[in-house]
């Protein structure tokens, strides 16, 4: 399973650096596909809130949102495509932490598992949405930066 987010508010950065004429498209993708990573990590990592800055839901095991294996941070990628770049995890439950959702049984009467060191025993689950991948304001402001940057670059 995997899911797609498609980001908006970016073309000030796009047009910023297509205004320069012929410039390294990929690589600028790139670079900005590999920031947009490292700016969902840091969300994941410490930020511990949604791109538009609302607070996550804590969780009931009392750990860390989001990051108590690190393998969903660790999934965080990006895949450039032609004229564009997307962000995102393939990891099977990456969609039901960015959306949120009723996690049911698939193969049993009851789901089983462990919170805090206590057996639970549930018919469902319902998991908040947690949206970890998108651009904040903050986010847009750094991507701006970058794609200046990326022009005075491509100057030199």
Request: aromatic share 8%; charged share 20%.
């Amino acid at each position: 399973m995997s899911f797609r987010i498609v980001v908006e508010g970016v073309e000030v950065a796009a047009a910023k650096v297509a205004a320069i004429g012929d410039y390294n498209r990929p690589q600028f993708l790139d670079e900005l596909g590999g920031l947009v990573v490292s700016q969902t990590q840091r969300r994941i990592r410490s930020e511990k809130t949604a791109p538009d800055g609302s607070a996550w839901k804590p969780n009931i095991a009392g750990t860390s949102i989001l990051f108590a294996s690190g393998a969903l941070d660790d999934s965080i990628h990006h895949v450039v495509g032609g004229s564009s770049v997307q962000v995102g995890s393939g990891l099977v439950y990456a969609g039901i932490h960015q959306h949120g959702g009723t996690i049911e049984p698939k193969n049993a009467d009851k789901l089983a598992f462990f919170v805090g060191g206590n057996f639970v025993m549930t018919d469902e689950v319902e998991m908040p949405a947690r949206p970890y991948v998108g651009i904040s304001a903050e986010n847009g402001e750094e991507i701006e930066l970058f794609a200046e940057d990326f022009i005075v670059r491509s100057f030199q």
